[in-house]
């Protein structure tokens, strides 16, 4: 199968990149018969400009290339490697227009299908994949997904501090760059540390040490802290304002369904997170006791992991990203089948996610008809230095770039000289000691 000369050489030749037209018969499906364009490289780039971030970058025979982020918090090496030592040498030769075929070539052709590093592996191709689609037919991307929807995406910020004076600061802040929405965390009297709260609080990162840092978590206090909070936030506010608030899959569904109770006279637009979504039917015991928006979907990697909370309409918002969902690809076929059942899409959208991912996502969020928010956490200049980008904050959305492709690029020769450093996300355990979920 090496070396060139009768049909299944060809099938060899044609996989790494060699360019003999072949008929359909001789090929195994790679998508190069055509002879036309094919990708040429395809490089998986590592940098770390304040926090770590995974980059694909695929280049094609005619010079054009595409990006796609593949960065998973505290796990960002095995996706690298994935990359590297699984799917690039797959690439190399294939026609970079063949999105979908491309993308079921790696998904079923895994064989262990789904899972966070597999899946963000594959979300970068694809991603790369719909930015040089764009470059070549000379359209943002948000065209070839159907055009827009809407002006912009709205967009939530995180609004966050130890104590609740703090927070209303925060939240002004917010308030007087046009936010339309925020997402309220706040210290809990008697715990020394909390998630969603840091010690800046405009650039949030809590992967914060290479040995995971330990928290302690209180379910009692949490529950008696939080609905005082939204009071005085309401109160302070008034009814426009949307707030949100993460409970970081910290409760049981009993549990959160006495949060999701007690908050109703605050009017939140959505309660994230509010138990490990593991076990999908759970979450009709949320929804038998409150009327309290549940939003979900952050660690999700598939639509197998959402079908049942959107189709028993479980839950009012799905928080799913094209990096860690497999991409522009799936991310539109889990918004798709939300869209009948009346859940709308609130893409998560951390710092840990790159510049690449949230270029991609705004595309899908312009253009799907079920748009629901789009979280906005801003990266650090050094960042957005790596990554120059044509998205842009305005008025309390953000509208994509008008650019071909994604409107988004890394300058490599900028990442090498930010190399990567280890971070891990923390743990929780509770007073006892034993283990919770961070
Ligand atoms: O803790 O992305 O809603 N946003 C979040 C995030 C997650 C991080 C984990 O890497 O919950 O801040
Ligand atoms: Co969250």
């Known amino acids: 199968m090496e070396c060139g000369g009768h049909p299944m050489e060809t099938i060899a030749s044609v996989r790494y990149g060699r360019r003999e037209r072949v008929s359909l018969t001789e090929t195994t499906g790679s998508g190069a018969e055509e002879g036309h364009v094919r990708i040429v490289d395809a490089r998986v780039i590592v940098t770390c400009p304040g926090r770590n971030f995974v980059t694909l970058k695929v280049v094609t025979d005619d010079g054009v290339t595409g990006v796609g982020d593949a960065t998973l918090n505290g796990r960002e090496l095995a996706v690298a490697s994935y990359l590297t030592a699984h799917v690039v040498p797959l690439l190399i030769g294939r026609d970079p227009a063949r999105i979908e075929d491309t993308w079921q070539y790696l998904y079923r052709g895994a064989y262990w299908r789904r899972g966070p590093v597999t899946m963000s592996a594959i979300a970068a191709v694809d991603t790369a994949l719909w930015d040089i689609k764009g470059k070549v037919a000379g359209l943002p991307v948000y065209q070839l997904l159907g055009g827009r929807s809407r002006e912009g995406a709205t967009v939530y910020g995180h609004a966050n501090a130890p104590a609740v004076d703090e927070v209303l600061t925060e939240i002004a802040r917010y308030v007087a760059l046009g936010y339309r929405a925020v997402r309220v965390q706040t210290g809990v009297p008697g715990l020394a540390a909390t998630y969603g709260v840091g010690g800046d609080g405009q650039f949030y990162e809590p992967a914060d040490a290479a040995i995971p840092t330990e928290t302690v978590w209180d379910t009692d206090a949490y529950l008696h802290h939080v ?63 409150t009327t309290t928006p549940i939003a979900v979907g952050e660690v999700f990697n598939s639509v197998w992991d959402c079908h049942q909370l959107i189709s028993e309409q479980l839950v009012d918002y799905i928080r799913a990203t094209v990096v860690h969902a497999g991409g522009i690809t799936h991310l539109r076929r889990i918004f798709d089948l939300a869209a009948l059942y009346h859940v709308r899409s609130g893409s998560h959208g951390a710092s840990d996610l790159s510049p690449v991912c949230l270029a991609a996502a705004l595309h899908l969020d312009v253009s799907i008809p079920n748009f629901g928010l789009q979280e906005y956490m801003r990266h650090t200049p050094d960042t957005d230095a790596v990554f120059p980008h044509g998205y842009r904050f305005d008025g309390g959305y953000l509208l994509p770039s008008e650019e071909p492709g994604l409107g988004v690029d890394i300058d490599e020769d900028l990442a090498a000289r930010h190399p990567y450093r280890p971070a891990s996300l923390p743990v929780n355990r509770l007073p006892d000691g034993s283990m919770h979920n961070w």
């Open 227 to 289: 609905p005082g909070v939204f009071a005085r936030v309401r109160a302070e506010f008034g009814p426009q304002l949307k707030l949100l608030h993460d409970v970081h899959h910290r409760l049981t569904p009993i549990e959160a369904a006495r949060l999701g109770k007690s908050l109703e006279p605050y009017g939140l637009t959505w309660l994230e997170d509010p138990v490990p979504a593991e076990l999908q039917e759970g979450f009709r015991l949320i929804r038998q006791h």
